[in-house]
């Protein structure tokens, strides 16, 4: 059974802190992605990955940044965590191609305070 | 610019009666990928179809069906016989071009089955 898996479901920061959200998948899949999820804004793209040490930003990438040093694993750093941070955070995988689709993980609830 | 509008914000539906959300999309790309994912209350999506643009066929999965027309650019989802469990949001999500898999998502329908 495929699976992405993000490390945490329930998170509370304060104001400033560096948070780090990460996500493993075990499909062997070359892309990886972050979203962020608010309501009626849909998922938004914040970061995606099509190879190891590499990265593109998406739609909304201002106050994050990312890190892919294995293949399997995808990491969403919140340099200094801010009050409008506070969201759903889904974490995704994809083989490459324009026709797969994506495999998400449970997603990060984060609260920021 | 690619975009994915789903218009219907909230649904709600009593067990056992049809229902169809919608989903228009833009793009300039002549050949693309539409999906459909839903997401329950525990969180994660769950992918349910992909279709390209070359395909024009409506598909029937079980109580599910979808409608896909390029002339009016819409793909839209009806569920037959509603049931509780089918309670959700449901996603629309358009391929943005290139070989990224990046998805462009609608801002999603939420779905409510009373029993």
């Known amino acids: 059974d495929v699976k992405v898996t993000q490390s945490s479901r329930y998170l509370v920061k304060r104001t400033g802190e560096k948070v780090f959200l990460e996500c493993v998948q075990d499909?062997?899949?070359?892309?990886m992605f972050w979203y962020r999820q608010d309501p009626g804004l849909g998922l938004r793209l914040i970061y995606f990955?099509?190879?190891?040490?590499?990265?593109e930003k998406g739609d909304i990438p201002e106050g994050y940044s990312v890190s892919r040093e294995k293949k399997e694993r995808f990491s969403l750093i919140l340099e200094s965590a801010s009050t409008n941070q506070t969201s759903m955070y889904l974490c995704?995988?994809?083989?490459?191609?324009?026709?797969?689709?994506?495999?998400f993980g449970q997603g990060t609830r984060l609260t920021v305070v | 610019a690619q975009k994915v509008t789903q218009a219907q914000t909230e649904i709600s539906v009593v067990e056992k009666e049809d229902v169809t959300l919608d989903c228009v999309y833009e793009?300039?790309?002549?050949?693309?990928?539409l999906f459909w994912y839903k997401q329950p209350p525990s969180g994660e999506l769950v992918f349910l179809i992909r279709?390209?643009?070359?395909?024009?066929q409506n598909e029937i999965s079980g109580r599910y069906s979808w409608n896909f027309q390029k002339s009016t650019s819409s793909f839209n989802f009806t569920i037959t016989a509603s049931q509780v469990v089918d309670s959700a949001v449901y996603f629309c999500?358009?391929?943005?071009?290139?070989?990224?898999?990046?998805?462009?998502f609608g801002q999603g329908t939420t779905l409510q089955v009373k029993p």
């Open positions: 995704a995988s994809s083989q490459q191609g324009v026709n797969t689709e994506a495999f």
């Open positions: 990955s099509y190879d190891v040490k590499m990265k």
């Open positions: 999500a358009l391929s943005e071009g290139g070989n990224t898999g990046k998805l462009i």
């Open positions: 793009t300039r790309d002549t050949t693309y990928y």
């Open positions: 279709r390209n643009s070359f395909d024009e």
């Open positions: 499909m062997d899949h070359e892309n």
